[in-house]
């Protein structure tokens, strides 16, 4: 690092009191040294980074960083404030403030310089040197290693303090696209396989509640990353240029021991991930290779992911509303012009017409999100304008998909064009917002709109027309969907086409939203009742989580069946889908009705037949349980014992993963 810092880079006595006028002091000092070329398009690129996140981190520490086209060589130049200077940190302004420019494409140099300095900053050492520094060519020399920090005690040459290896350090990061319970799974999965393994392991869940940002100081010093995950990585870039295992939610569950093992060979190898900032949020999730279909599942399911709570919201007052006010209530008058306090009518009143607002959001956010799936916060405006005037238009729930495609689409499209320096500082928040906008607009009201809301009306009147065998088939499918892989792809597939129906209420939606709830709780059920049942056919740790099945299948969390199924999939899977696709047919032809996206038994009370609708989940429930119990029953077995020694041992791996 000696090259990439000198005296004439450091400022003792910076004088500057905003973060643009700390890094045109530093940049200034750049170009005096042939370094930059540019300082205002440097200064811009600087901006257009800084907007993206702030790069103050705890401790008084401001970072600002970019690659740039206007810069000769990697160089990083230091600044030490005596007022401090706002970066963004929780904590509060910067004192020790560090530019780095690498030159454009040199990502391994920027990365490097990234990575080395993050490591001595979490050294206090080496900060309070620094801060006490007497000379430029004294704190360039700290900076670059030449010259080691002062000790804060007095070593005894006598008695050496013993050395101690520090543990290796991983942050991983869990999603899936409802954020729900595979998320949450997942993690709980990393954390225990890391204290098993010996490493300091910290997750951030990303649900859909949102997500707590783990402390930048956290992932600066962390030996390796793990993105356990079935939607993009929010603000990937973070962990970039770091030893990077790079999986689907799933994996996290069932192998974290596996995946820490990984991460640990690539760190001994040198192996870093390329940086995020090279493509989109969902271009660099996943393996390498995707295929187009991966990652057009992946932006679908983004959208989806965002969309649940508020269907889940406006759902449930929707659903209550009818319940306390009956069906007349979408006729009553605004409450904001009209409410009785005392009056069940209402309140009635009052949660329908909340929930009719939050539905009102369901394809805005659906086109949204599915945009910034594709192309990050840039696509966030035109796909909320694509949702729009899909509502404006008719076009419904295949509206908002088509519009988060074109948005996302066109986003990706406009950033790929070279502009002059002067303009990049303002591309992201008026170029282009202001151009997708109009290519959306363009597109949604004069080309697609209507062709789209005709075939979005097709597939209306069809769910409202389904009765008989027609209905039945359908719920046979959406079961074994629900069932297959518990909680995975295709399982969401068909939960995403249930939800989707309801941004656009008929009986036919109602009853497949129904039907998918109905074959989802089914598995663990099973699973619970086969253990409780014939508990000599499970392992100590099944009948365990049996026990925890049973509330897990009736708040309809799918993947309560996980830990069964990942230790004997042959039997366990085709049970779950026979009892599935029973629940799913039976509920159609009940005729049962449902408006809340989720919840289990605790909405009964809202759902259509609901005496029916239990019936339909116990006789699927019974058959799936009925079924691995007779396929576990009937495998060949040795005496006594042995087979339980070794379903234990396998029942030991489910722990881990469960």
């Not at 070593?155 to 696209?177: D, G, K, L, M, Y």
């Not at 956290?218 to 973070?238: L, Q, S, T, Y």
């Not at 409450?335 to 209402?346: L, Y």
Request: with cysteine; hydrophobic share 50%; charged share 15%.
């Amino acid at each position: 690092m000696s090259r990439m810092i000198t005296a004439d880079l450091v400022d003792l006595d910076l004088s500057a009191d905003t973060k643009e006028a700390a890094a045109r002091s530093l940049a200034e000092r750049m170009v005096t040294l042939g370094r930059v070329t540019d300082l205002d398009g440097f200064l811009a690129d600087v901006a257009a980074r800084e907007a993206q996140m702030p790069t103050g981190l705890d401790g008084g520490i401001g970072i600002p960083h970019c690659r740039s086209a206007h810069v000769t060589e990697p160089t990083l130049a230091f600044g030490r404030s005596a007022a401090g200077v706002d970066f963004g940190a929780p904590d509060g302004p910067a004192d020790l403030i560090f530019l780095i420019a690498a030159p454009a494409g040199a990502d391994d140099a920027h990365l490097t310089i990234l990575s080395s300095l993050a490591r001595h900053l979490m050294d206090e050492e080496f900060t309070d040197a620094l801060r006490s520094a007497t000379s430029p060519a004294g704190a360039a020399a700290l900076i670059a290693g030449e010259e080691e920090p002062a000790p804060a005690v007095a070593e005894t040459p006598e008695a050496p303090a013993p050395q101690v290896e520090e543990p290796f350090r991983i942050v991983a990061v869990t999603s899936c696209p409802t954020g729900i319970a595979h998320t949450y799974m997942a993690a709980e999965s990393l954390e225990k396989a890391g204290q098993t393994a010996g490493v300091e392991l910290v997750v951030e869940t990303q649900g859909s509640a949102g997500f707590t940002r783990l402390d930048p100081a956290v992932v600066a010093a962390a030996d390796g990353v793990i993105f356990a995950h079935d939607v993009p990585v929010r603000e990937k870039e973070r962990f970039a240029g770091k030893p990077t295992v790079d999986v689907g939610v799933k994996a996290g569950i069932s192998r974290p021991a596996e995946l820490i093992a990984e991460v640990r060979g690539k760190a001994e190898r040198g192996e870093v991930s390329a940086p995020a900032t090279a493509g989109t949020p969902v271009e660099n999730a996943g393996t390498p290779g995707e295929g187009y279909g991966t990652r057009l599942r992946k932006w679908l399911m983004s959208g989806v992911s965002y969309m649940v709570p508020f269907v889940a919201a406006g759902g449930l007052l929707i659903a209550l509303g009818f319940a306390i006010g009956g069906y007349d209530i979408d006729k009553a008058p605004s409450v904001a012009e009209h409410f009785a306090w005392g009056q069940a009518d209402s309140w009635a009143a009052l949660m329908f017409q909340i929930g009719g607002l939050a539905f009102a959001f369901l394809v805005p956010v659906l086109a949204g999100y599915i945009s910034y799936g594709m192309a990050d916060r840039p696509g966030l405006v035109p796909g909320f304008v694509g949702g729009s005037i899909a509502l404006t238009v008719n076009a419904g729930f295949l509206g908002g998909l088509a519009a988060g495609l074109i948005a996302g689409g066109t986003v990706l499209a406009i950033q790929k064009v070279r502009v002059p320096a002067a303009l990049r500082g303002i591309m992201p928040v008026v170029v282009i917002p202001l151009l997708s906008s109009v290519v959306v607009g363009f597109m949604m009201f004069l080309v697609i709109g209507k062709p789209i809301a005709s075939l979005q009306k097709a597939l209306t009147d069809w769910l409202s027309g389904l009765s008989g065998a027609n209905a039945i088939i359908l719920g046979v499918i959406l079961g074994l969907m629900m069932c297959f892989d518990l909680g995975g792809p295709l399982n969401k597939v068909a939960y995403a086409f249930a939800v989707g129906g309801l941004a656009t209420p008929n009986e036919g939606s109602l009853k497949v939203m129904a039907a998918v709830m109905a074959a989802g709780m089914v598995p663990p059920l099973a699973m619970a009742l086969a253990t409780t049942v014939r508990g000599r056919l499970f392992t100590r740790t099944e009948r365990e989580n049996g026990k925890a099945a049973w509330v897990l299948g009736a708040s309809f969390i799918t993947e309560g069946a996980i830990p069964f199924a990942a230790a004997d999939p042959l039997r366990v899977i085709p049970s779950a889908m026979a009892g599935g696709a029973v629940t799913g047919a039976l509920s159609m032809a009940f005729g049962c009705t449902l408006r809340a996206p989720h919840g289990g038994v605790f909405v009964i009370p809202l759902i259509g037949n609901p005496f029916l609708y239990l019936l339909a989940i116990a006789a699927g429930t019974v058959v799936s349980a009925g079924l691995v119990i007779l396929l576990k029953g009937a495998r060949k077995t040795t005496p006594e014992g042995e087979p339980e020694n070794r379903e234990t041992q396998a029942g030991t791996k489910v722990t881990v993963a469960a």
